[in-house]
């Protein structure tokens, strides 16, 4: 096989004039004359072995382009779900009662959530201002196939130690899988709760699909 | 009496300290002198030796002799000095390398006995890496004596190396452009007059006590125009014979190892058989100097068949005894080998063109010596002057040239690696200086660590670190446990760039939420070029360094690029 300059370039990571002159200064095994240089690839097999250094045949730029792949807040609200009217005069018991609503949850698991949860709102409250709150665990929760979003109406406004000390009547609960996938999650929801028209939308108790849909449109206004 | 102490000491500051060169001479020709004196003392007494073993030889038990000679000697290494089989020369190239050529004072002399048993008792096998191993550690220690920094004791070694070929075959030249061309890999204006000096020296010794002064004594040849393109064909014979002798020394070796013997078995084994193999050929027997006289000479008895035969029973006989136990260099069985080849071609080339006139069998066993000489150790100049001068033949000098740098070349094609550098390069040891590979290897991973880096907890909220943040210029937070100190994860400012500018995720997180988990690290065990391979497979610039699970500091290609940049201006710069 017969590489060119500008392949072996990319190969090497090196620019087609640093490879130009190497070539004149008689370091690499080259065939055909200047200016159309041809490389032969097990020529340079051999040159790369004995000089230890390391041909990257498969594409450098591949590798970098994986894991970009951009998971939707709107997506993850469908599958946690929105739940209105959630009981409860304290923080503990809104939290439990949410919980046990939220479906795609194991059983098993729900007590050792509302604990994690717990947790982490004893360490710092995740009371936002504005009236809502976004419970989480602080560990990635592996048992979960998929990144859950849960949005959770109070049915009495609850006293949350949040920012600017007004109680909370709306959760955001975010559940995820991976830590990765939970800080896009919250950047992105933190990008739509700045958005003072959306939080004038949330507080009148929108229908699901309304706010799915609302969602979905200022998510697409996000930077990435 | 202080006062002449001191005016002393002021003198061997000024003289010795500042410009070392007169030191280097001194010590530089008592380092030849001696191993000179080494030299002398393994072939007068191997000589001796086999003098006084000859008349057994006819015996039908006669081989046993190299049984017991390979078990006394392998058992004098394993046990008594406790040091491993072989020649010995890769070892002092890697000491040179590596350790600045730092040798023990019992190699001076082990290999010395280990190989007048293997030899004497007629194990085939030269006595010249011994007597190198001896001078070159003559050398070291006399550098240790009078406490010489590294790049000094190198060139000392280089001095006894060069004495001790000197001595043994009284070639001066051979032995400054072998020292110089195998052992220390750089050809420095500052090491080339000690040694030149001590390889003199050697000679010296040689010629004071052992009377006869040129080792193979001949007739002046009658060498033409009309040898040049038989020698061609001689050369590319030696090159092929040359990769066929390298290959079967290595995979015999192998072998021995493989049959997991104790090492006394395999000595007996070796032993016995290289005697068996003796009895029919006689010639392979012991370095063989003898019969390569009576070759140059041309008073060669044997036929085409039987010297033929006789190639690779010299092969086979030294690759058993040293891979099977025996202690002896390769250096006269190449020598040996060589002159049977040339021997083997000039007959055929009589019988092919019996009008042809070129020049006589022995010339033709002298260029069969350099080829195989140049061919296995792949050093072209020390086959030219070595031949040159054993045998006073300068008037073959153009042939010489040709096959030696033919069959070079050759088996440079055939076989990359030369027999002393195979092993090293196989176990990543072979360092030349000024090279990537021993730059690389002299700088360790300590040395190139950032430090001071602030570290932060685990559990610390977002926002007091974007507080710490604005107060400093790191890019890299190493995230660790406060309870143990341990590594969790690091945060790299340009991976949260985004997180960062939105206030709205400050109270949301904590550092364990945020820090990267799964970017490498390198331990301060790995070596750099470990190290430069994780680099450039991931495309990182920058690796967390951990020991013992605990965060140590940043290794950077900037700072390995300014390093790496310092070390080559120190190794090649010429003093």
Known sequence: ?224 | MIAVMNRFKRFYYRVFQLDDRLLLIISGSIAGICSGLAAVALRLSLESVLTWLRPFRHYGWAFVFPAAGAVLSSFFLEKIVREKAGHGVPEVIYSVSRYGGLLKLRSSYSRLISSFLTIGSGGSAGPEAPVVMSGSAIGSNIAGFLRLNDRQRITLVGCGTAGAIAAIFNAPIAGLVFSIEVILGEWKFVNIIPIAIAAVAGAHVSQAIIPENILFSHHPFDVGISDILPSLCLALLTALVSVLFTKALRQTGALAKKTGFPFWARAVIGGSVVGVIGMFFPQVLGEGYRFIQSMISGDFPSGLFFTFAAVFAKILATAITLGWGGSGGIFAPCLMIGSLTGVVFYKILFILFPNIGCASEGAYALLGMTGLISGVMQAPLTGIFLIVEITGGYEAILPLIVVSSISCTMSHYLEPASFYFKDLIERGQFLRPGTDARILSDLNISELISRGYIKVSENMVFREFIEMLKTSDQNFFPVIDEKTDAYKGMIEIRAIRKYALDPGMYDMLFLNQIMDTNMLTASLENDLQEVLDMMEINHMDTLPVLDNHRFVGMISKTRILDLYRRELIMQTSNR
Request: charged share 25%.
């Open chain 1, 1 to 224: 096989m017969e590489l060119s300059i500008s392949d072996l370039s990319k190969y090497l990571g090196v620019i087609p004039d640093t490879i130009e002159r190497w070539v004149r200064q008689g370091k690499l095994p080259v065939s055909g004359k200047a200016p159309d240089y041809r490389f032969r690839k097990v020529d340079l097999e051999k040159w790369a072995a004995l000089h230890h250094i390391r041909l990257n045949f498969s594409d450098r730029q591949r590798l970098e382009k994986q894991n970009q792949a951009d998971f939707f807040l709107s997506e993850a609200v469908r599958m946690g779900g929105i739940h209105f009217d959630i009981p409860g005069g304290e923080v503990k018991t809104v939290l439990e009662s949410s919980i046990g609503r939220i479906s795609n949850i194991p059983d098993d698991f729900r007590d050792d959530l509302l604990e994690r949860v717990m947790e982490r709102e004893n360490a710092l409250s995740t009371g936002i201002g504005n009236g809502i709150a976004i419970p989480h665990p602080r560990e990635p929760l592996t048992y979960l196939n998929q990144a859950l979003v849960s949005i959770c109406f109070l049915s009495t406004p609850v006293e949350y130690n949040a920012l600017d000390r007004r109680p909370v009547s709306v959760l955001f609960f975010i559940l995820c899988p991976s830590l990765k996938l939970h800080l896009n999650l919250l950047s992105t929801l933190s990008f739509c709760l700045k958005n003072t028209q959306f939080i004038g939308f949330l507080k009148s108790k929108p229908e699901p699909d309304l706010l799915i849909r609302q969602i979905e449109t200022l998510q697409k206004t996000c930077p990435a």
